[in-house]
């Protein structure tokens, strides 16, 4: 697991995981694609590995409680890597990603209140493709409105050159 920056909006992890549970579906990583957000949710807290996070009861947060978003994708390509070879002859293959995170907060006026960026560039086993996942903490300025707030976040893959956007809802409680 990967922690990607800090700011005053947002934090965001990233992380693959050991055990995707599959294989890639393309002999050649960076013919994958496009890139998909699979899962979008909001948790109760700091997501741990891919598909391993609580939900937040229906979204709905105090007005002082940390707000995780949780994202997992498919279809990120990987441009691979040379790697040395190992005392066998054989080395480990690996593959480059390059991820750009965009997520928005609008307030329930409809104002913006959280944009930020993240650029995730990771080496990763081919297999692992499909377990990456992102946890990105959204820290409102001050003392949050009570009401809906809509968030959406937008990924791009630099390496498939493909985009994929998912929009979802959370509730600040008076």
Do not use: H
């Not at 990583?29 to 699979?38: F, L, N, T, Y």
């Not at 990603?97 to 928005?104: H, K, R």
């Not at 959204?138 to 998912?166: F, H, N, P, W």
Request: proline share 5%.
């Amino acid at each position: 697991m990967l922690l990607a920056g800090a700011g005053l909006t947002a934090t965001a992890l990233a992380g693959c995981s050991d055990d995707s549970g599959g294989s890639s579906d393309s002999a050649d990583p960076a013919a994958r694609g496009p890139i998909a957000i699979a899962e979008l949710v909001f948790t109760a807290d700091r997501p741990e590995d891919l598909d391993e996070y609580q939900l937040q009861p229906s979204s709905t947060y105090a007005p002082d409680q940390p707000i995780w978003l949780y994202a997992d994708y498919s279809g990120i390509a990987g441009e691979p890597i040379e790697s040395e070879a190992d005392d066998n002859g054989s080395g480990e293959s690996t593959v480059a990603i390059d991820l750009q995170q965009t997520v928005t907060v609008e307030d329930p006026d409809g104002s913006v209140v959280v944009e930020s960026e993240r650029t995730f560039q990771d080496e990763l086993a081919p297999d692992q493709l499909d377990g990456y996942f992102t946890g990105t903490e959204i820290l409102l300025a001050g003392r949050a409105a009570a009401g809906e707030y809509t968030t959406t976040l937008s990924v791009m893959d630099g390496v498939s050159e493909t985009q994929a956007t998912k929009t979802a809802t959370f509730a600040i409680e008076e």
